[in-house]
């Protein structure tokens, strides 16, 4: 599994992002599929997560109605689509993905096996 994560930015609050994850091994499907950040100085938390053959999401509550994980399984690629963006979504977004979870821990980072290298998203207002 090697993620790649991109599709961050400088936006303004109220307006929209989207992040991409290629996953180059190919593992799409099997695996469970997540987005966390981290904003300066705070620890790193959950955000979204799709589950195996994008069977299920999970949200973050502050995150719930603003942003849609999704997946494309053909291009091995997890997106997440956020909108109505606001000063406290900035942070360094990272996609994770792991074979063994189960539904109880996908929101615990240190439940993921895989991680990408991070993108900067940066909301002003």
């Known amino acids: 599994v090697q993620l790649q994560a991109s599709g961050g930015g400088l936006v303004q609050a109220g307006g929209s992002l989207r992040l991409s994850c290629v996953d180059s091994?190919?593992?799409?499907?099997?695996?469970?599929k997540a987005w966390f950040r981290q904003a300066p100085g705070k620890e790193r938390e959950f955000v979204a997560a799709s589950g195996r053959r994008g069977s299920s999401t999970v949200y973050a509550d502050s995150v719930k109605g603003r942003f849609t994980i999704s997946r494309d399984s053909a291009k091995g690629t997890v997106y997440l689509q956020m909108n109505n963006l606001k000063p406290d979504d900035t942070a360094i977004y990272y996609c994770a993905a792991d074979r063994q979870i189960i539904y109880s821990e996908y929101r615990q980072s240190r439940s993921y096996d895989y991680w990408g290298q991070g993108t900067l998203v940066t909301v002003s207002s």
């Open positions: 091994g190919g593992t799409s499907n099997t695996y469970v």
